[in-house]
């Protein structure tokens, strides 16, 4: 069932061409404004942050094609959720037998993976296109493990991503404005995540601070496990940490909608 649900999210996302193409546009056009500055900034500052200037447009890129992927700027498919919860229709949910947190998680995925397909590959080409960027390096194997553990790491960053949007999400059944919320979250989620700029450039006790957050596993550890940042030891504690912060977050989520429900009232009931 889930299956079929998340296949139907992906079929409901694919209808909206319109705003997909002005999704790539824009993507495609900050990916220029920001690859411009890093490369007047790398130029200065050559391997800041222990990137090269290769790597560090890469990385550029890789943040505009996962920036709706991840929905770093927006709730994703919880952003239904999050107005049925506003507006009473959750009660209707609440009464399907089914699982609301596997549900929602189904209908992101099947989001994400239409994002993937449509708002990520096309900005990342014209990047490639218009930039030298730095692919999977090394032996037919290190390239193949390269692959594989990135799109591991993508899989539980959207995991990770999910479990705080829904989080996000359930605050409705609190407040009466969330956007206050959103807010919070895409600020935070931008900046300690390591979008606007790699955790590696902060000064030590802010990027510690970073690290020690479930953000990071969001955007900067796929980013740095498909730059090869990370020893083969050093990938599997990445992509363990991303694991760690899916299975707590999760379990956070399910916490706060056992609460959440109780505040649900249906006819008197």
């Keep these: 069932m889930y299956t079929a649900v998340c296949v139907r999210s992906f079929r409901r996302y694919a209808t909206y061409r319109a705003a997909t193409g002005a999704r790539v546009i824009t993507n495609t056009v900050f990916g220029f404004i920001i690859s411009y500055t890093y490369l007047a900034l790398w130029q200065v500052r050559p391997h800041l942050g222990g990137y090269d200037l290769s790597s560090a447009l890469t990385y550029v890129w890789i943040g505009q ?22 507006n009473g229709d959750v009660a209707v ?9 596997a549900w929602w ?28 960027l730095r692919v999977p390096q090394g032996s037919g194997w290190a390239v193949a493990a390269c692959w594989s553990a990135s799109a591991l790491a993508l899989v539980l ?23 206050g919320v959103q ?15 790699p955790v590696t ?21 796929p980013a740095d496990v498909f730059l090869q940042r990370y020893d083969a030891a ?7 940490l991303q694991l760690v ?21 249906v006819q008197g009931g």
């Design 65 to 86: 094609g996962l920036l709706s992927v991840a929905a770093l700027n927006d709730l994703g498919a919880l952003t239904d959720l999050q107005t049925r919860i506003s």
């Design 183 to 197: 807010l919070v979250y895409f600020l935070a989620c931008s900046f300690f995540g390591g979008f606007f700029l």
């Design 245 to 265: 912060w899916a299975v707590v977050l999760l379990g956070i989520g399910r916490l706060v909608q056992g609460r959440a429900v109780l505040k649900v009232v």
């Design 201 to 221: 450039l902060f000064p030590p006790v802010l990027e510690a601070i970073a690290r020690a957050l479930p953000f990071v596993a969001v955007f900067q550890v």
């Design 157 to 179: 960053a959207l995991v990770v991503g999910y479990a705080i949007r829904y989080l996000v999400a359930l605050t409705a059944f609190w407040l009466l404005d969330v956007r």
């Design 93 to 101: 949910d609440l009464y399907r037998p089914v699982d609301q947190q």
């Design 105 to 132: 998680l189904a209908c992101d995925l099947g989001r994400a993976g239409y994002q993937l397909v449509a708002n990520a590959a096309i900005p990342m080409l014209v990047g490639a296109l218009a930039f030298h």
């Design 234 to 240: 050093g990938t599997l504690a990445a992509l363990g």
